[in-house]
């Protein structure tokens, strides 16, 4: 499914003193197949643009009470919101959105928090039971817990009797995951994905991620403020600032403006880094920024350079 | 502090946010004792009146005000209906079985029903022009004479400060995990109160369990500042009375004592 967002404005508490515009006139699109990245600083509106993208916020034309306001005289009008997930209209009222939180399926961030059942298996069927028209018989929902579960890398005979609540942190979020994953949503969306875990678990996390892309889910959106992360894993990212879309690059374009991603707040990768400093020292390297492409590169270059005193570098 | 709901602090700065806390929560008794010493609808109208310059004096829009009544409505209407029902007096306009609507029966119900309103209103000021901090220091200094019995004032006045605090924290957990259960395709609308209440379940473990957690991560917190209580400890922001609460003051005294006067001097209408 394709996405599609176009002049998406979002503002939280809208005319009271906690007034805060999230969303600032939002153009974004993202393909289906992609793994894409949206990253940004703190409060920079990634979590309420994402949360749009199943219906959990919602645009005030697909409310039902919404009346269009007609524009003010003398004023041009504003130009229209679009908001596409295939084929959802999501600024639409009578869009069936049970429907489309099928379809895309919604990791929040710490989705550990949200575990509430006595056993894993209960807690990995929920989404399954909500979602399915009829009911389904215990086979039916062992065997899907027992295929999503395997997918995030645990085993169901061991786990499906245990309470949630006993298992370590890193067992806990792939539960949780697999609870998401469950109903084989065609868009998975993932908000801070690995936030609070340790490197290793990090490395595992993107890792599953990968393999649910691979196998099981079409598109994967990840929210991050980790460029190593986008950078290591994305087709392309979008940068959000203030509530708005900064630019919308693959990786390795990206981080050639590493300078103003500086300036936003974001870290670049080692591997920018060091590109730019050696690009201060004349030393182009083209290279795409993960870490083995730019090693390889960096040795190519020192190989064939050798009077630099490239032998060191 | 993300979610504006009935009696959030609401922040903007007026005359009566910067009022001494303790001078409001004085202020606050004696506003609801003249209501209930006010016999006639002069006095009401006079509290309906201070009322009136409170709200505009403290900058806060109408309708929010109006927003905190919305939430007694029934309440006031209810007790309202049955007090017209079963009040008997003597001018009886229509009569049958237990039930009798008189005159006397409606004027009472309206008086009930003003004096809720006005009751209603009144607190909710208090709320949204003070902060739960200050509010928890003016409770707390207000209750120093009872220490001399031994109470834990300082303990009391921490718990009821913190309680105040978590109020927006476990809000905003609640609609976090809400929509993390609407992702998964929870649905907290439809169906009987049965099915209602089962399906809140999904929210209110979660819920809880974070609330535990966050009470033990904030006694660790606690405990890792050496925090041991009440015994010898200063305040942040000390209060104080200004020209302010002087005005205020009088404003309370002379609204009290003028109902007083028209309850004793003023006996029609009612
Ligand atoms: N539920 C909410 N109510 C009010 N304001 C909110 C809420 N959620 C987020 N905000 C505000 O909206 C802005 C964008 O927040 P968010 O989308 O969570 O950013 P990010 O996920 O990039 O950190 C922030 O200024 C934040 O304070
Ligand atoms: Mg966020």
Redesign the interface.
């Known amino acids: 499914m394709r996405i599609v967002a176009e002049h998406l404005s979002y503002t939280?508490?809208a005319k009271?003193?906690?007034e805060t515009a999230a969303l600032k006139d939002v153009s974004l699109t993202i393909e289906e197949g992609e793994f894409f990245g949206i990253i940004g600083h703190t409060g920079s509106g990634k979590s309420t643009f994402v949360?749009h993208l199943?219906g959990?916020l919602r645009l005030p034309s697909s409310m039902k009470k919404y009346r269009p306001k007609k524009p003010k005289k003398g004023q041009a009008p504003l130009p229209a919101t679009v908001l596409k997930v295939g084929d959802f209209d999501l600024t639409d009222k009578k869009t069936n959105f049970?429907a489309l939180?099928?379809s895309v399926?919604?990791v929040?961030q710490y989705?550990e928090?949200?575990?509430?059942?006595e056993t894993v298996r209960d807690d990995v069927a929920?989404?399954l039971k909500?979602?399915s028209e009829e009911k389904l018989t215990d086979e039916e929902l062992d065997s899907a817990v027992r295929a999503a579960l395997e997918v995030v890398g645990l085993d169901f005979d061991e786990l499906k009797d245990k309470s949630p609540?006993e298992l370590s942190g890193g067992q806990k979020r792939r539960v949780a995951i697999a609870?998401?994953i469950v109903?084989r949503p065609e868009v998975l969306v993932l908000d801070e994905p690995a936030a609070g875990l340790d490197p290793l678990g990090k490395r595992e996390i993107m890792e599953l991620l990968h393999r649910l892309h691979r196998e099981w889910c079409k598109t994967v959106v990840i929210v991050s403020h980790d460029m190593d992360e986008i950078s290591e894993n994305c087709t392309r990212a979008a940068v959000f600032a203030d509530g708005r879309v900064e630019c919308v690059l693959p990786p390795r374009e990206l981080f050639r403006h590493a300078q103003r991603l500086t300036e936003l707040g974001l870290d670049v990768p080692l591997t920018a880094k060091l590109c730019a400093l050696l690009q201060e020292r004349g030393i182009e390297i083209d290279c795409d920024f993960t870490v083995q492409d730019f090693c390889a590169k960096v040795l190519d270059y020192a190989r064939s350079h050798p009077k630099q005193g490239g032998g060191r570098a | 502090m993300k979610d504006v709901s009935f009696g959030q602090f609401y922040p903007v700065d007026s005359f009566v946010h910067r009022l001494d806390p303790r001078l409001k929560i004085l202020f606050l008794i004696a506003y609801i004792v003249a209501i209930f010493l006010a016999t006639n609808f002069y006095g009401l109208a006079a509290c309906a009146a201070v009322l009136l310059l409170t709200v505009v004096a403290a900058h806060i829009p109408l309708g929010k005000v109006l927003r905190a009544v919305r939430g007694v409505t029934f309440l006031v209407l209810f007790t309202a209906a049955l007090n017209v029902l079963f009040y008997g007096g003597e001018t009886v306009y229509w009569e049958w079985g237990i039930f009798c609507v008189s005159f006397e029966g409606i004027i009472f119900s309206v008086f009930l029903a003003l004096r809720l309103v006005l009751l209603v209103v009144c607190s909710s000021l208090l709320t949204y022009t003070t902060t739960p901090v200050s509010l928890t220091d003016g409770v707390e200094s207000l209750l120093t004479p009872l220490k001399w019995i031994r109470l834990p004032i300082h303990e009391l006045a921490l718990v009821m400060s913190i309680a105040l605090r978590f109020i927006p924290i476990l809000t905003d957990e609640t609609q976090r995990i809400r929509n993390a259960q609407m992702a998964r395709g929870a649905d907290f609308e439809s169906g009987g109160i049965i099915k209602k209440v089962k399906a809140t379940i999904p929210i209110l473990v979660p819920l809880l369990l974070s609330a535990f957690r966050r009470a033990d991560e904030l006694g660790d917190a606690m405990d890792a500042r050496c925090y041991t209580g009440g015994k010898h400890r200063t305040k942040y922001k000390k209060l104080r009375f200004t020209w302010r609460d002087a005005v205020a003051f009088l404003v309370g005294a002379a609204l009290v004592t003028g109902v007083v006067l028209m309850r004793i001097y003023l006996s029609a209408p009612y």
Do not use: D, E, K
């Open positions: 939280y508490n009271s003193p906690f949360q199943n959990l049970r939180r099928r399926g919604m929040f989705p928090y949200q575990l509430f059942a929920f989404g909500n979602f609540f609870g998401v109903t």
